[in-house]
């Protein structure tokens, strides 16, 4: 077996061993989050003024492990880009370090602030067009099953969009995209987030302007991410070039 194979056997027992380390913290985390699920459950529908009810025994389990689950891959994001940057570690430069290590909190914050915005801003919207929809017609009935599956679906893709400054922060850092290639690709990307938002809301212009306002701002803060980071990069490299010319 040469070096090669050698390398290749150390770089996927080293990804083997991340991931175990990922797989572990998860489920810590969300044996955690079960045991306070009950006061997690108790914050989520404080105010809501119908009464959630369950069509069987085993429903109140499903509700639970999503509500767990989604609070342990919260709290997990964190430490699988803390596993991450110390993969690629030794490939970065001291001065690229600095950088990508911003990396690991950027993505919880980020993560917290999608979630947030879906939860207080575009749910509410959400839920209170659906409820003048049905009107008097309807009589409003909503299991806890049905009702946590949808707060879920809308609020969860805006915590995954939210990453975008994280990951082009390091992706930068690291060497795989310019921030000329984020310019280019302005308009595609403008495009693909206005039809998110119009996906994502109910068929009413103040909802689709209320959600695709943000996506297009986080689109211009992660332009801006990646044009700081290059530049520092670009700077950091002339440095080096210069003392190694000097000495």
């Known amino acids: 077996m040469d070096s090669k194979e050698l390398n290749i056997i150390e770089h996927l027992e080293e990804v083997r ?25 108790s914050l989520l529908v404080k105010g809501l003024d119908v009464k959630l009810a ?4 085993s429903d109140v389990l499903w509700i639970y ?25 030794p490939a970065l430069k001291p001065h690229e370090r600095r950088g990508a290590l ?10 917290i602030g999608g979630i947030s915005f879906g ?23 909503y299991t806890s099953q049905n009702y946590f599956s949808f707060l879920i679906r809308l609020t969860l893709p805006f915590g995954i969009l939210f990453e975008l400054p994280a990951i082009v922060l390091f992706l930068t850092s690291f060497g795989l995209l310019k921030p000329h290639i984020l310019k280019k690709s302005r308009k595609g990307a403008y495009f693909i987030i ?15 302007i209320l959600v695709l306002i943000p996506l297009l701002f986080i689109y211009e803060i992660s332009i801006n991410v990646s044009a700081f980071v290059y530049r520092k990069k670009l700077q950091k490299e002339t440095e080096l070039q210069e003392m190694e010319l000097s000495s």
């Open 17 to 41: 061993k991340r991931l175990l380390y990922v797989i572990g913290s998860f489920l810590t985390l969300l044996a955690l989050s079960l045991f306070f699920v009950e006061q997690i459950y």
């Open 54 to 57: 369950l069509l069987g025994p």
């Open 65 to 89: 492990f999503k509500i767990g689950a989604v609070c342990a891959i919260a709290f997990t994001i964190p430490i699988a880009g803390y596993h991450i940057w110390k993969f690629v570690l």
């Open 102 to 111: 911003l990396f690991i909190p950027s993505l919880f914050f980020l993560f």
């Open 119 to 141: 939860y207080f801003v575009v749910f509410p919207i959400v839920l209170s067009f659906m409820q003048d929809l049905a009107g008097a017609h309807f009589i409003q009935f």
């Open 194 to 208: 206005a039809v998110t938002s119009i996906l994502l809301t109910p068929p009413d212009f103040i909802s689709d």
